[in-house]
């Protein structure tokens, strides 16, 4: 079993639409989350970054963690078809050799079609 | 211009044929690793450094070194490539280990024949 797991995969959605992503984790030390998109044929970017629980919004952006249940996520509100692109969730742990190393999710291709 | 510069972009060579990646980035930044991506997987990390001379192994090491002889740079090694590295590269910066912000360079795009 992978230590992140990211899902749906792909998604497609019209534009206006409220877009949810969300990962599950099974490893109880991560404290970092972070969502990074990625457009084609570059590499990512940071999107959003969160410590331990709790939500975090900027602008159209969402990101909410639920430490509990080892469950992330996050949301788009009025999407755009800039914002077509592939969504990484990635965590880390603080402290030990997990110090600093982030583990990624698989990703999520998301369209926006207009 | 912030950045990671990578190169090359894209590269096609033969299994056996030594090559190596480069990676500079102008953010005097310590921390420095290297990713590989890879449909289904995500990214996994190769290498990093956590400064000059520091270096240490991820998740997949196996194939591949690395070195960090000054602040700016960390090429990618590959001694004796293999069909099963075929893979997009990519080269990340941070500030320090501690930050979440990774600043990522735009990728290199191997093809091991």
């Known amino acids: 079993q992978k230590e992140v797991e990211q899902d749906p995969g792909p998604l497609s959605v019209p534009e206006g639409a409220i877009v949810s992503l969300n990962c599950t984790y099974s490893?109880?030390?991560?404290?970092?989350f972070m969502w990074y998109r990625q457009y084609s044929r570059k590499g990512p970017e940071l999107l959003m970054y969160?410590?331990?629980?709790g939500n975090k919004e900027d602008g159209r952006f969402t990101a909410q963690v639920d430490k509990s249940s080892k469950y992330i996520s996050l949301f788009i509100r009025d999407s755009q078809p800039s914002d077509s692109a592939t969504y990484l969730c990635a965590m880390s742990a603080a402290g030990g050799t997990s110090y600093g190393k982030l583990t990624f999710g698989q990703g999520t291709i998301l369209t926006v079609h207009p | 211009e912030a950045q990671v510069t990578q190169n090359p972009r894209y590269l096609i060579t033969v299994t056996g044929k030594k090559l190596t990646v480069t990676c500079s980035q102008n953010?005097?930044?310590?921390?420095m690793s290297w990713y590989r991506q890879d449909p289904g997987l995500g990214l996994r990390q190769i290498y990093y450094?956590?400064?000059?001379?520091?270096?240490d192994k991820g998740d997949v090491p196996e194939g591949y070194k690395v070195s960090r002889k000054e602040k700016r740079n960390f090429p990618l090694i590959l001694e004796s490539p293999s069909p099963n590295q075929t893979s997009l590269y990519f080269c990340?910066?941070?500030?320090?280990?501690?930050?979440?912000?990774?600043?990522f360079g735009e990728g290199s795009r191997l093809t091991v024949l």
């Open positions: 990340a910066s941070s500030r320090d280990r501690e930050a979440g912000e990774l600043f």
């Open positions: 953010m005097n930044h310590e921390y």
């Open positions: 450094s956590m400064n000059v001379e520091v270096t």
């Open positions: 969160t410590y331990s629980s």
């Open positions: 490893n109880s030390a991560f404290q970092y």
